[in-house]
């Protein structure tokens, strides 16, 4: 029950974020939904409904970036981006888990596994930051369709290296 608990306090935090960017009904409903969904994800410890829910508030959190631009908030770019990294292999774990005996050991190796992925998560975020910092004056005058369409492409190449490094574990 203890990780159903932390994997719904993750999806809370996923949907809280967002609405304290720019409370406006497109990004509550959003929230609401992220919370509904990803928090019967991490009741049920189903990693698709915890998947979606995340999915939502992400997409939630960039409307409210792109509505209100607010000024960069590295602390809490990467607090978010954290709790992404974390929440999905927390209900996955406990998914795979359910109704097992599992060893402290085992679970001290989880924990220090999903600690590495988000200081790695938080590595990658400060560098992204920075290089956005630097890229400011050259991208100020670009269209937005431009920017967002650079940032996938970086928000692309994060989440692959992430998974090549996953996988080469």
């Known amino acids: 029950?203890?990780?159903?608990?932390?994997?719904?306090?993750?999806?809370?935090?996923?949907?809280?974020?967002?609405?304290?960017?720019?409370?406006?009904?497109?990004?509550?409903?959003?929230?609401?939904?992220?919370?509904?969904?990803?928090?019967?994800?991490?009741?049920?410890?189903?990693?698709?409904?915890?998947?979606?829910?995340?999915?939502?508030?992400?997409?939630?959190y960039a409307i409210a970036l792109a509505l209100d631009r607010p000024a960069v908030d590295p602390v809490v770019a990467v607090a978010f981006g954290a709790t992404l990294v974390l929440v999905l292999p927390l209900v996955h774990f406990a998914e795979r888990a359910r109704g097992a005996m599992v060893p402290p050991s085992v679970v001290a190796a989880q924990i220090r596994g999903w600690l590495a992925l988000a200081l790695l998560g938080?590595?990658?975020?400060?560098?992204?930051?920075?290089?956005?910092?630097?890229?400011?004056?050259?991208?100020?005058?670009a269209r937005l369709p431009v920017v967002i369409a650079l940032a996938g492409l970086g928000a692309s190449l994060a989440v692959g290296a992430l998974v090549r490094a996953l996988l080469e574990r």
């Open 122 to 141: 938080a590595g990658i975020a400060a560098a992204l930051t920075a290089g956005a910092g630097l890229l400011t004056p050259v991208l100020a005058s």
């Open 1 to 60: 029950m203890t990780l159903r608990l932390a994997g719904l306090l993750l999806v809370a935090v996923l949907a809280l974020v967002p609405v304290t960017v720019l409370p406006t009904p497109p990004v509550t409903w959003l929230a609401g939904l992220a919370l509904v969904i990803g928090g019967v994800g991490a009741l049920t410890l189903t990693t698709p409904l915890v998947t979606t829910g995340a999915s939502l508030a992400v997409i939630g």
